[in-house]
């Protein structure tokens, strides 16, 4: 298993700026992923994050309203760019581990004003 | 594309009732399907993950089965509890580490 802690828990943020998550775990992994999660709706995967390699992004995400980092095996960084009200989510990362099971962290809720 | 539906969206059932949860999905050629619970602005707590070559997983009152070549999985929760409430997704694994989804049923469980 693994244990994945986010920073922030919350925040509340004003229209245009940006904000970074962070995602921690306890364990060294080779894949992280960011999800969202908007309102009443389930998750939607934006990009998978390997370490030492660009992120791949799902259709409809983009590197520069979400950029990622992963500068090791045990971290990485979202930023929700630019925001607007229709980016107010929970954003979530999740790791693979052993090949198929993924493992969530306690989300991030966003909330664009 | 992998579309992953659960049925019911919703469901209110007294405390000690047995209860199944549904979730199909239209592609058969998948890894693996997970089952997570979601609290109220929480994240996602593992709950069973069925590898594709296994039929059912069992795990205390919980037990999941599932059938890929009808696209479907179950999740059974046996003699209910208030603290079952939540939100239930499944989640089927189309490509390496890929998760694709469902959209969720929303349990209550009445004391």
């Known amino acids: 298993s693994a244990v994945i802690s986010q920073k922030p828990s919350r925040d509340i943020c004003q229209r245009g700026t940006s904000l970074t998550i962070q995602c921690q775990v306890d364990?060294?992994?080779?894949?992280m992923f960011w999800y969202r999660q908007q309102p009443g709706q389930s998750l939607t995967l934006i990009a998978t994050a390997n370490q030492g390699s660009e992120a791949t992004y799902e259709s409809g995400f983009v590197i520069d309203k979400f950029p990622i980092s992963r500068p090791n095996l045990t971290f990485s960084t979202l930023t929700v760019s630019n925001m607007s009200p229709e980016d107010s989510s929970i954003y979530l990362c999740?790791?693979?581990?052993?090949?198929?099971?993924?493992?969530f962290g306690p989300g991030t809720r966003l909330t664009v004003t | 594309k992998q579309e992953v539906t659960q049925i019911p969206a919703a469901l209110s059932v007294p405390e000690g009732e047995n209860l199944v949860l549904n979730c199909s999905f239209t592609?058969?050629?998948?890894?693996?399907l997970q089952w997570f619970r979601q609290d109220p602005g929480k994240g996602l707590t593992s709950l069973l993950l069925i590898q594709s070559s296994q039929r059912e997983q069992t795990s205390g009152r919980l037990n999941a089965s599932l059938d890929k070549s009808s696209g479907r999985s179950t999740l059974y929760i046996a003699a209910s509890q208030p603290g079952d409430s939540a939100t239930y997704l499944c989640a089927v694994q189309s490509g390496t580490y890929k998760y694709i989804f469902g959209t969720g049923t929303r349990l209550k469980v009445l004391a």
């Open positions: 364990s060294q992994v080779t894949m």
């Open positions: 592609d058969s050629a998948i890894y693996n």
């Open positions: 999740s790791v693979g581990v052993g090949g198929n099971e993924q493992y």
